[in-house]
Each structure stands twice: as C-alpha cells, then as structure tokens.
C-alpha cells in the first residue's frame, strides 16, 4: 500500500491588521459608508465599531477607512489612543496626529489657502503669550522682513538690469555698426554685445525659474503654517495642569482646526484599539475620548473597542456608585439577585459608554463555511496583499439606497398627503447587459430566494413608526435613546437589505428553509441589543434564548405544548434571569398574539414573534444578495397597519368649540431666554382659536384613525402627530365644514395664551399655582389628561399650559430679531427638514417650560406622545 505524503507550508501567518477583504465584510462596509455619507446624516456623530479582541474589528475599520479614502475622496485621520496612557498625552497626540494627516492632501485654490491662512493665524494668535514669546515674535517678525526686502531685491533686480541693458545695448549696437568702418574696434564691440545678449538671456531665464519656483518656494501653506508660526511648539506648550480650563481651550482649537483644514466638508477620524490598554487606564482614556469630541465641527469618530471590556473597567472605575444603583428587577430570588449584582456594574459601563456613541456596530462573526473560505486564502496566498487581493471575488453589485440619519434632524419624512401605509414597492431593477452578463456568470443557489420585504429608502413608513412606539416603553421614554434606536434600527434595514436577510429561502419542494426577516423582529432585536445588551452573550451561547422566553411568558398560546415543558424552561436559569425584567418580556411578547378571522382564536403573528427568528444570521456574516434582471416573487408586508379611513361627513355629535379671541396690540416675549428676546409690541386681528387642544374623539372623526399613545379616553388631545399630520387635518376637517381652519401662529398663540396678561403664566408669576391650571410633570402621573379639567385662562380657553404641546404655524427662528409685527406667521419653507414652533409645555414638562413666552421646536416630520394643537381660524 502506498501512501501519499502529506504536505504543510513552511510560512508564518500574518496577525495585522488588513485593508483586504478576506472575511466577507465588504457589504458590511459599503452600508456603512453609504450611511455616512448621506448628506442629510449631520456630524458630528460617533460609530463604535465592537468586537472582541482578535474579531477583525480592526481590518473593518481599515477596510472602511480605504473605501471612505480612495472611493469616496474623504478625508480620513488615524489615530492609536491606546499608546498614550494619559489625558494630557491623549489630546496632545491626537491634536498633533490630526493636523499632521489632514495637511497632507494639497490645496487647489487661492481662497482655501486665505482661508486656512487666517484661521491658522488665529488659533496661533490665541495661544500667544507676549511675555515668554516676545522674543520668538521678534525673530519672527525680523525674519518675515528679512524674507521681504530679499524677495524685493531680486524682483527688482530681476526686472530692472534686462531694461537697463536693453536701453544701453540699442547705443552699443549702433556703435557695433560703426565698428565696421573702424576694424581695430570691431572684436571689442562683439564681445561687448555678446556680454550684453548672455546677460539678458540669464536674466531672463532666471526671471521665468523664479516664477517656475515661486509655489515651491512658498510651499503648502498648511505646512509652513505649522512651522512658520510654531503652531505645534503652542499645541505641546499649553498649561495642561488646568484640566478645565484646557478641555475647553482644546474644544476650541479643534473646532478652527477643522474649519482651516477642512472648511464645510467632512473628516473620518479612526481611533482603534480603546480596549487595549491596561484596564486602570480605560476607563480614563475612555472619559478622554469622550472629552475630546467636540459638538460642532464636521467630524465623524469612528471608535474601535471591545464594549464587555471598557465597561468592565468603568465598572471597577465607580463601582463605589454602582453599589447605590436600583435595580431593574423586582425578584427575590437568591439566584435572579446574585447575578443582578454581579451583572449591574457591567450594565453602568454599557449605559456610560451609550452617552457618546450614536451608532454602535458590532462586527459579524465569521461563520464555519466564511473560515473556510478563509483558511483557503491563507492557504494559497502569497506574502503580499496583492495576490490575496486577486484571489477574491468581483465585488457585487448592490442596491442603491438613501437613508438619512436622525440627530432628531431627520426622521419620518412622509408627504402631509401622502397615505400610503404600506411600505412602498419600487422597482429599481433596470440594469444594463454587462450587469446582466455578470450576474449570469454568478452561480444561481439551488434553493428559491423570494423577497419577502420591499425596501425604498426616501422616507420611514407607518410600519417605521409603529416600531418606534413599540419598542419606546422599554427604551424608558428616554429621548436619546430612542434618537439611537432609530439611528442604529434604520443601519440595521440597509446591512438586512443588503445581506439578503429579508429574502425568503425554499428547497425544491417549496419547503422553508429560511424564514425571512421582518421589520418587527429587528426593531425587537434592535432594541434589545441597545436596552440589555448583555442578553447578547448570553444569546451566544443559547441561541433559542429569545424563544423561550417568549414561549414561558405566552403559554399556553406558544410552542410549548404541555407543563412538563414548561417547568423544564423554569429550571433554566438564563430564562428565569431575564423573565424577572418586566419591560424586557412586554417587549419580546408584544405584538405577537392576534385573533384569527376564521374561529377567533388566539394565534401567533409571525411578523412580531422572535421564535422564528435566527440569531446566527444576524451576528454572523451574510453574503450580499446579488440583483438579477428577473423580478424576484413579490409579497407585501401583511404587519397589522393603521389604515385611513375615506371620512365622507362629519357625525352628528361632532362639535369644535371656538372661541373668538378680540383683535389688539400685546408685548411678545420675555428677557428670560435669548430665544424669547428681543421683546417687541405685535398687533394682532381678531380671529377664533380651539377652546381646547384638538381631542382623540375629534381627530378620529376627520381623519378615521387615532395614532396617540394615550388613548382609552376619547376627550384625551391627540398626541403622535406631526406637524403635517396636523396640517392633514385642517385640510380635511376644511373640506368637511366648508371653514378655512388652520394652525394658529405663534403671535396669535402667546396672544391668546397671555388673554391680557404680562406675567410668566396667564394666572401670575407664581408656578405653585400652576397645578390648578395645567397638567405638567408634578401632577400628570406622566401621561396626558381629558382637556378642560383644569381652570381655563381669562379668556375662557383650556389647556394653554401643559398636558400637550401645541404646533404653531411658523418655522423656528432662533429670536424675535426680524420678526413680523402684524401677527402673520413667520415662514420661509415647509420642508421636511425644517423646524417649526411648538407653545404651551406637556405632562412631561417642568414650570419653566409652560410659560406663555417659552417657545420650542421640532421638526416638521417629527411625531411624539408628546405633541398635539389647536385649530384656528380667521374672521372675515
């Protein structure tokens, strides 16, 4: 018998990072990048790109960074923080790091350098001290004269010895002419000429080099500047004992630094490797970075770290405060408590950390057949990155998509008259024949995909906003968080569209093998990765942990199928541990049980149910989904949707109380706030106003749908409407009654607010009577309230402060200054993005805020549980 001998390289592996995509994060990144670049994603925002230590969290931040620097032109900066252990040493390198790369890329024209001119002069003027830098300023300013009159002599001299000789060579010639008459003087004059032709031909030649020269000379100003004025000898010479006083001075320089170097466009700064530092030190660099930040230059950090570990090292960091923390769950369970305990300081170093980042990411594992595909790369690779380059497949082609990002600058972006609640089907799948010819040269899988969830990303659905209010209770209510729910949730859609997570896959036999993915099932998962995102290492070991808790919270009505089952499920401790988090099983069971139409039973909803949900196709990596020209089998979302009902008439009992509110002259605004001044004397006309805020029973009575929160009682005011919701409204409720109804502006709101009055409230100045007349945050039990049970304002109308907030006509402007005095609303657009006023405080608000001058804002596509209105109309 003969055997074959084996055979194993001889080589080493490389462990460094890498900008070649051997593990399949290539649509990871695209969607990533494309999400950043939107131009309606406003910086500053910071990504935190998260994996455990040897996950290739590195290698996808590179290869992020080459795709942001070579395919999109961006400026990127990197920067390794782990290298300085403290503070100080921090911001001095990565101030140093930062100017050093983005000066690098040449200037291109005569204003960009004027403008990185006096910006650079001004942050080198601000840190000048005349004491211990007189002298420096003196050898400067001799040298900058020195440099001057050098530059002036040669100029001149330049210019001035062609002339000379040209006017002294003319006579010479003349006399060269003579010469020949007189041949003993003939050799003198050719030479003489000769010297005169060689002279200015020298002259001229160095006249046109030094023009040639003169950008060399100068050089790249951002470089001289740097040098010239000493800027970094300023940036390592600052007082850093000061820490105060310095963060704020580091703000400052940071944010002209960016404005001289960069000017409007964006900067992508890479700062990999938090975890790696000792753990004493990671949290302190962690609080740096956070520190450093600024709010307002363009700038996107993109952080590199192990989340488990930095907040492990809060943990120990306060774990003196972590001791004084209440806990979530309730349970007196000796297990369920131990490990609350142990897992409450992990849980305070997730929330500190939520602070600074918006957008986390966590980097998919790699699955068994990626490593394969892997190791065979390992395997055939050369030394260098080119051949392993090579090696790989063409790039695919995805979906374009546009999707901006909420800093609450955008969000639900629906038309006023747009009443699709559906997700809308658009068909983009016009390719050309090369795209076609290279799709069919991809291997076609042997199982059936069909796309299940039509995406287009103009604008979130009604679907999108459901979500939203579903997951809102378990994000206790809490404004950022529900800013980075929808950030990451809206990530999360482009990665799923792109990876193919919402395609259905079928074997020959029309058997599922794959259950797609629903927009439900991924606002829960998103949620739950924000809220407790130490359920996620526990779901990397029990991957059906989801599963059972939904199925011990809804039995009978789940898969469990008899009580043996049951206490088997009681005995598992991870779901006894997380069935003792109320807000965490409300969230996973909500949605999930409907009523069926044929017998009236209680049945699962598959589109809000986790049990079907694969955790694995959600960490791990999932190829992109390649377009083909054949449209794929199309099935609409079949989500449980509110749908507008065609209100032909108003019902009998329908009534809109008005009161007519006199015309006349008033003192708007106050000194208390800059957004309040400058005060100013406004006449208004007469006109009518809604007794109270427009109510659920009225809404639902024009519009045949109630999209509030609080609902239960139908004299509660509408809340959940946006600003063109309510615009909707007057529209319709116009078409019905045959009156011109509108929003009030926000004159004729703090006009009819005051009924007469100059005080802080419509009763006085003092807020301890604020009780008797409005719901706010000591009284409404967080929650909104029947309109007119409190006392009403002098001129009979109800509600003015607090319960909800009111929308007003105008667009937001930070002050008064250039505002109409006649009462007429204050408008320049009604885009999707723009502002617009909100008056009167909400049962989540303090005094402060139902004062009759206080004034808000949110954006006109924007809905909350806090916000309703009031009709108006005018009086002809």
Known sequence: MSYSPESVRNVGVSDQATGVDSLGFKPYVTAIAHFLLNKETQPPLTLSIEGKWGSGKSSFMKQLEKYLRENKQQRTVWFNAWRHDKAEAVWTAFALSFIKQISTPPVQTRQAYY????????????????????????????????????AFFVICATLAIPFILLIDGIERFKLFLQAFKHPD?????????????????????????????????????????????????????????????????????????????????????FIDDLDRCENSKSADLMQAINLMIADDPPVVFILGMDRQKIAASLAVKYENIVAYLPSETLEIDPDILARSSASKGLAYGYTFIEKFVQLPFQVPQPSQADFERFFDKLGTSSSSNASLSKSLPPPPKFRS??????????????????????????????????????VDKIE????????????????????????????????????????????VFRLKVCIADMTGLFFEEKNNEQ??????????????????????????????????????????VLYPHSTVSSPEELEELERDKNVRYWNSYHKLKELITYGCLETSEEDQTLQINPNFSLATLKIGRLLQVSPPIVQATVEPIIETQT?????????????????????????????????????????????????????????????????GT?????????????????????????????????????????????????????????????DSQLGDYAWFKDNSGNRTHPVGEKKANPWGLYDMHGNVWEWCEDSWHENYKNAPNNGSSWNENHSQTSAKILRGGSWFDVPWSCRSAYRDRYYAVYWFNLIGFRVALFLF
């Open 115 to 150: 403008q990185i001119f006096l910006e650079c002069l001004k942050l080198a003027k601000s840190h000048f001290d005349l004491k211990k830098g007189w002298l420096d300023l003196l050898k400067t300013v001799a040298i900058a004269l020195f440099i001057i009159w050098i």
């Open 639 to 703: 989500a449980p949707v509110k749908i507008t009902s065609l209100i032909t008439s108003l019902p009998t009992n329908f009534k809109l109380e008005m009161v007519e509110i006199p015309g006349g002259k008033f003192i708007m605004g106050s000194d208390e706030y800059n957004s309040e001044k400058p005060i100013h004397k406004v006449t208004v006309n007469a006109f009518k106003i809604g007794k109270y805020p427009v109510t659920q029973a009225q809404y639902e009575a024009v519009m």
């Open 401 to 438: 998509f546009h999707l901006s990002l909420s800093d609450p600058k955008t969000s639900r972006k629906t038309s006023p008259t747009n009443q699709k609640k559906m997700l809308i089907v658009k068909n983009k799948k016009m390719m050309s024949q090369a795209k076609k010819e290279e």
């Open 706 to 766: 109630n999209p509030s929160h609080f609902a239960g009682n139908p004299q509660r005011p509408v809340e959940n409407v946006s600003w063109f919701d309510s615009q909707t409204f007057c529209e319709k409720l116009s078409e019905l009654t045959g009156q011109k109804y509108r929003l009030p502006t926000e004159a004729e709101w703090e006009y009819a607010c005051r009924a007469g009055t100059q005080t802080r409230f419509s009763f006085g100045d003092d």
């Open 511 to 552: 058997e599922i093998i794959n259950h797609h993915l629903t927009l439900q099932q991924l606002g829960k998962f998103t949620a739950i990765s924000l809220r407790w995102p130490l359920l996620l290492l526990d779901l990397e070991i029990d991957s059906q942990l989801l599963r059972k808790l939904q199925d011990f």
């Open 185 to 269: 003087q003939l050799l003198q004059a050719f030479l003489y000429l000769l010297g005169i032709a060689g002279s200015g031909t020298l002259s001229l030649t160095g006249l046109l080099i030094l023009f040639k020269k003169l950008p060399t000379i100068i050089g790249n100003p951002k470089i001289n500047l740097i040098k010239h004025f000493n800027f970094i000898k300023y940036l390592k010479s600052l007082d850093y004992q000061k820490q105060s006083a310095f963060i704020e001075e580091f703000h400052e320089d940071f944010a002209k630094i960016v404005k001289a170097y960069i000017g409007d466009d964006r900067v992508f700064v």
């Open 444 to 487: 076609k899988p042997k199982n059936q995909l069909s796309e299940r969830i039509k995406l287009t990303f103009e604008g979130d659905s009604s679907t999108v906003r459901d979500i939203v209010m579903m997951v809102a209770p378990a994000l206790d209510y809490n404004p950022r968080r529900i800013k980075q729910f929808i950030n």
